[in-house]
């Protein structure tokens, strides 16, 4: 099955800085990479997501990246505001698209 | 649109006792998947179901979880014999298409076994 890993586990920044975060996977199959972000007590909150015919996509501060060859797809947050702090988790599709294979998750906090 | 809906929030069972979950998709939505997330863990698949039917249930234990999602009502994660191994949150998403596609999440059942 797809295995995906995501870097880092936890993050801080600036408020005002950019953030990153990144995912590799596993299976070529996989044609569908979500990002959700998820508040204390809440749950997943689709902010951005990206085909694999597509390098990338960008939605106001918020851009996701994929390089397909190298099965990794990357999370840029830029000019943070406090509110942005959550958990991130990105996801790929199984090859079937019955499920999503959820990454780890990656804490972020933007520092006022 | 009303989003996913979930009920309980919060769940509170004795070991041996069930669990029942409800899920409400968004309005429209025939494909309702189930995840399990434990403390500071990502999402874990259980199942993923169409009306009356399941497609894919290769994440459920094989024993004491079930689920339906008949043609009426909500979609139910069912726990039998809880233990306390079986507390974490649980999620329903849903999507109007299935696939490779999008999957809106509701806000989740925590339940907890004493």
């Known amino acids: 099955g797809e295995n995906v890993e995501q870097h880092p586990s936890t993050l801080s920044v600036q408020e005002g800085d950019s953030a990153v975060i990144k995912c590799t996977y596993s299976d070529s199959a996989s044609n569908y990479f979500p990002w959700y972000k998820q508040e204390l007590g809440k749950g997943p909150q689709l902010i951005i997501d990206?085909?694999?015919?597509?390098g990338e996509k960008k939605d106001q501060r918020i851009a996701v990246t994929l390089n397909k060859t190298a099965k990794h797809f990357s999370l840029h947050i830029t000019e943070t505001q406090p509110e942005d702090s959550a958990v991130y988790f990105c996801a790929a599709t199984s090859n079937t698209g019955n499920q999503f294979y959820f990454g780890t998750g990656t804490s972020l906090t933007v520092i006022p | 649109n009303a989003g996913v809906m979930q009920n309980p929030r919060h769940l509170v069972r004795r070991r041996g006792q069930e669990a029942r979950l409800r899920c409400s998709p968004m309005k429209g939505h025939s494909h309702v998947y189930w995840y399990r997330q434990l403390p500071e863990e990502g999402l874990k698949f259980m199942v993923y179901?169409?009306?009356?039917?399941?497609?894919?249930e290769s994440g459920m234990p094989k024993e004491r979880f079930s689920a339906e999602f008949p043609k009426e009502g909500p979609s139910i994660l069912r726990i039998q014999q809880v233990v306390r191994g079986d507390s974490a949150a649980y999620f329903c998403?849903?999507?109007?298409?299935?696939?490779?596609?999008?999957?809106?999440f509701g806000p989740g059942t925590r339940l907890t076994v004493l």
């Open positions: 990206i085909r694999s015919n597509v």
């Open positions: 998403a849903s999507s109007s298409t299935g696939g490779q596609n999008e999957q809106f």
């Open positions: 179901l169409q009306k009356e039917n399941i497609i894919d």
